[in-house]
């Protein structure tokens, strides 16, 4: 079975340092891996995603994810965090060839920026 | 353009009750999800419809849900006999087709079930 797995509920940056939101995945074969954010009582907004290709995706607002197979990981990261990307972020993945592509979400990391 | 829209933002009812949430895709996707949040179970996924067709209901929690989608468009979850367990904000996605895996979220439907 396909699962995700975000180890930390929470993470705490300071405004101007970089940021990194870990996600682990468990797939029984090539994975599609996605990361989302979600700001509060809104619906979720699609940041980035690995199909094939370049291990190092780049997205929306400056965040970035480093897809390595070795670990099974794709960490979400960001250079320089902003007080506005204080949000719930979730890894998501389907596998390829999956009829329909349903998106199997890890539980989500709080990310919290301090001025 | 517009995005991916549900309705009602909000809705409470009794125990019992039957209940239908709306949701209308982005004009021209083919693909269509439903999943739910809930603070217990995080997002799970319940339902993908190609074109009006449901290949994958392996997420639907009981036979008290059901879906349809007409027209390759609008869909409407239904849950029958609501449980206190049904609260949760119910999520609509659509993407342009179910090989583009890129979907695109609606900002849900919040059921409260007293």
């Known amino acids: 079975a396909q699962s995700v797995a975000q180890p930390e509920d929470q993470v705490n940056v300071a405004e101007g340092n970089p940021l990194t939101v870990k996600c682990t995945y468990s797939?029984?074969?090539?994975?599609?891996l996605f990361w989302y954010v979600q700001y509060p009582n809104r619906g979720l907004q699609f940041l980035l995603k690995?199909?094939?290709?370049?291990?190092l995706v780049k997205g929306s607002y400056g965040f970035e994810a480093e897809f390595n197979k070795s670990q099974t990981s794709f960490h979400l990261k960001k250079p320089s965090a902003l007080v506005s990307d204080s949000a719930l972020y979730f890894c998501?993945?389907?596998?390829?060839?999956?009829?329909?592509?349903?998106?199997?979400f890890g539980q989500g990391t709080e990310l919290s920026v301090k001025p | 353009g517009a995005g991916v829209s549900q309705s009602p933002s909000n809705k409470v009812t009794e125990k019992g009750k039957d209940v239908e949430l709306r949701c209308d895709p982005i004009?021209?996707?083919?693909?269509l999800y439903w999943y739910r949040q809930s603070l217990g179970q995080g997002l799970e996924f319940l339902i993908y419809?190609?074109?009006?067709?449901?290949?994958?209901k392996s997420g639907l929690p009981s036979d008290r849900f059901s879906a349809e989608r007409t027209g390759g468009s609008v869909s409407t979850l239904t849950i029958q006999r609501t449980q206190q367990e049904d609260s949760a904000v119910y999520l609509c996605?659509?993407?342009?087709?179910?090989?583009?895996?890129?979907?695109?979220f609606g900002p849900g439907t919040r059921l409260t079930v007293t």
């Open positions: 996605a659509s993407s342009l087709d179910s090989a583009t895996y890129e979907q695109y």
């Open positions: 419809f190609q074109g009006n067709s449901a290949p994958d």
């Open positions: 690995y199909i094939t290709g370049d291990n």
């Open positions: 797939v029984s074969g090539n994975p599609y």
């Open positions: 004009s021209g996707h083919t693909a």
């Open positions: 998501a993945v389907t596998l390829r060839g999956n009829q329909g592509g349903k998106l199997i």
